[in-house]
Each structure stands twice: as structure tokens, then as C-alpha cells.
């Protein structure tokens, strides 16, 4: 909407835009209504500059429209997300319930089908399998999927599981500073901020080698979607 206003204000006034796309702007809306796409390469078609989150963003925009420019422009985060005092870290942990020595793996962000969070179980059951000392799984966040997917690792012996719901904003660098590892397995991304967020507070994070996860985390630490990905 704000893109399609940016041009009409240029074709009236002959005023030059230019506009940020993020991950559903391309990888998602467009394709889904015809009318969409439609409007989005005439947004493109029309800009002075069209800037993108990630440079997996810029380049899945080629199936839209091409040989028009195109620029990256990373998001940053807050600088609220750092890693805090090992003191303090340790007095979150107890305020959060977890014991001396357990590590926390965590997923943090809109439980949708997107997220891919369908995967998460088994993933957390795999680590848990695959490690010997204690560990706590946190779902931080809320979406549609929630109800489908809790009552089954809630009722899962084999892992602690903590659902979390939607946190104030606040507190998230808080939390952050809890988890040891967060687990990202999205199936579509364009930037994922929240990867900067848990590595600002001293995570660690792996995820799906999608989008601009890589540009995040590192090409070393995504897996690929197939079907050993789990």
C-alpha cells in the first residue's frame, strides 16, 4: 500500500521514491493474488532505487521484475539485545527456572506454517536424544499452529517444554540472554532479525538454509531443506 502511494504521489508530482521490500513483500504476497504481483512490478518498474533486506531477497525479486535497480540495505536491531553480565545471565536463568548446568534450546518467533514449525518437535526430541545432560525447550511466541502443535510436545515425556505465548518486547533481550541455542527451520525468509537478536545476546543459532538466514548466522551453521533436514 505505502509503495503503491509512492507512486501515484511520483506520477502526479513527478517526485522520485524508492522503496525497502522485506521477506513476504517478495517471497509470499505477490504470489498469492495476481492483482498483487501485478501491483508490485509497478511499484518496482517506477522506483528511483528498490532495496532489499537481504541479498536472497534481491535475487528471488528477479522472478518479479528485472533489469531494474536493485541495492541491499540490512535491518539492524536494538541495542537492547547484548549479551549481559555473566552475573546477571545467571540470575535470569534462575528467575526463569532453569537449573544451574541445563541448557535451553529455543525457537522464537510466530508459530505459522512458514516457521516451519511443524519440524520442531522432532528436532527437539533429535537433540535430546542426541545429548546427555539436562536440557529445557522454550517456545517463545504465538500463531495459528499453537494449538495443533503443544498438546503433543506437552505430552511428550521425553522433553521439558515451556510455551511462552507472545512476550512484551522488553523482555526479549532478556530472555535471549537465557537460551544457548535457538532453532530457526523456516521454510521462507528475508531477513531474519530475531537470528541477530539471540547472537547479540550471546546464542547460539542454527536454521534452515533459506532466504537470509545464512547472511545472518553464517553459511556453516543452516541446513538444508530435504529430507534429512530433521
Known sequence: ???????????????????TWH?????????????????????????????????????????????????ILYNGV????????????????????????????????????????LSI???????????????????????KLRGEIEPAMKNDPDIDVRFWGNLPAEEMPSVMNCIDLMVLPSLNEGLPLVCAEAIRCGANVIGSDVGGISEVIGSENVIPLDKNFV
Open 23 to 71: 521477506g513476504s513483500d517478495i517471497h509470499t504476497h505477490p504470489w498469492r493474488n495476481s492483482l498483487i504481483l501485478e501491483h508490485t512490478r509497478d511499484v518496482m518498474a517506477g522506483t528511483s532505487c528498490n532495496c532489499f533486506v537481504s541479498s536472497a531477497l534481491r535475487d528471488a525479486s528477479e522472478k518479479i521484475l528485472q533489469g531494474i535497480r536493485k541495492e
Open 1 to 19: 500500500t505505502g509503495g503503491l502511494f509512492a507512486l501515484e504521489i511520483s506520477r502526479r508530482f513527478a517526485i522520485p521514491y524508492s522503496v
Open 121 to 143: 518437535h522432532p528436532i527437539f526430541s533429535t537433540i535430546q536424544s542426541l545429548y546427555s545432560g539436562p536440557l529445557q525447550f522454550w517456545m517463545v511466541g504465538d500463531g
Open 78 to 117: 536494538s541495542e537492547s539485545f547484548r549479551t549481559f553480565p555473566e552475573e546477571e545471565r545467571l540470575a535470569l536463568r534462575n528467575c526463569y527456572g532453569v537449573k544451574p548446568g541445563t541448557k535451553v534450546v529455543a525457537f522464537v518467533g510466530s508459530i505459522v506454517q512458514v516457521k516451519n514449525v
